[in-house]
């Protein structure tokens, strides 16, 4: 199934330039319809109102941390519990990437990342556009 570049999708960082570089990012690869959430209270909030095809999360955040969102997205009863979430962080630790799998990350970046990186984690995800 060929993924939908007109789906909504969610970019969740506490730094506007970051939410700017992932947005310009996404653009690139031909994705226009993205919302900004700027912690991961906000972003659950925005989850909870409209359906996005995935969601792309900063990990280090105050004060709801991108693990503790995607915890919350994945033990919701709701039909966004599913939603595909990648998680983007500047540290690249085991444990960290253990503790994002076991909540259910469908993949991790690490910072700095360019365009092709973030389209070769998306198509994992979503699959190839």
């Known amino acids: ?5 007109n789906m909504n999708i969610l970019i969740v960082d506490d730094y506007n330039t970051m939410l700017r570089i ?3 990012l996404l653009k690139q690869l031909g994705f226009n319809n993205v919302d900004e959430a700027t912690d991961g209270a906000m ?3 925005k989850i909870k109102a409209k359906s ?4 792309i999360s900063d990990w280090n955040m ?3 941390t991108g693990l503790e969102l995607l915890k919350q997205v994945r033990s919701s009863n709701d039909n966004f519990k599913n939603v595909p979430f990648i998680m983007v962080t ?3 630790k085991t444990e960290n990437v253990v503790a994002a799998k076991q909540a259910g990350v469908n993949n991790y970046i ?3 990342f360019n365009a092709e990186t973030l389209k070769s ?3 994992t995800v979503l699959g190839d556009f």
């Open 1 to 5: 199934m060929a993924v939908d570049k």
């Open 90 to 92: 500047a540290e690249s």
């Open 110 to 112: 690490v910072k700095p």
């Open 22 to 24: 992932i947005k310009n």
């Open 121 to 123: 984690k998306m198509v």
């Open 43 to 45: 972003a659950l909030e």
């Open 62 to 64: 105050e004060p709801m």
């Open 52 to 55: 996005y095809g995935l969601v």
